[in-house]
């Protein structure tokens, strides 16, 4: 299952790089164990006040993910179709094949009932997302395609 980079930093999902790294940061200083440590014994000198312990790992992770766009936009898909999976609400199943493919955009595209547009690049592909939400409405379709295997391509 995906950890909740953004539940573990604590951060809202459209935070900047820069509200991530700020939490980030904060964080460390917070969960690290020499800090763990101190605490602790602070907390046997005096009343016990529970702090909820992050891992040290989940955190840096988290901050690795989010940090870099390309990562973070894989992410955000990945969660979201995560979430949505769960929920059953995948819609319908389009084969890539059947979409039309934009040269200029180099996104693919297929009309949805609402008269709204279901759009995935190249790159998202590329990224293994698979899941693609409306540009109007609220419908999603899963998209049905093969990764180009790299050795194929440096073949022919």
């Given at each position: ?66 940090r ?9 898909s ?20 059947d ?32 899941t ?25």
């Amino acid at each position: 299952m995906l950890k909740d980079y953004y539940a573990i930093l604590n951060v809202a999902q459209d935070a900047t790089v820069a509200e991530i790294k700020q939490q980030y940061q904060k964080l460390l200083l917070i969960h690290h164990p020499d800090k763990q440590q101190q605490q602790q014994q602070q907390q046997s000198q005096t009343l016990p006040v529970s702090v909820t312990s992050i891992p040290l790992q989940d955190i840096k992770e988290a901050w690795e993910c989010l940090r870099q766009p390309t990562q973070r936009s894989f992410y955000d898909s990945s969660l979201k179709a995560m979430k949505l999976r769960a929920n059953g609400q995948v819609n319908d199943d389009i084969d890539l094949d059947d979409m039309e493919y934009d040269e200029d955009s180099s996104t693919y595209s297929s009309p949805c009932r609402c008269s709204g547009e279901y759009i995935i690049s190249e790159g998202e592909l590329e990224l293994g997302v698979d899941t693609v939400v409306c540009s109007t409405c609220s419908l999603i379709v899963r998209i049905h395609y093969e990764l180009a295997d790299d050795e194929d391509n440096e073949e022919n």
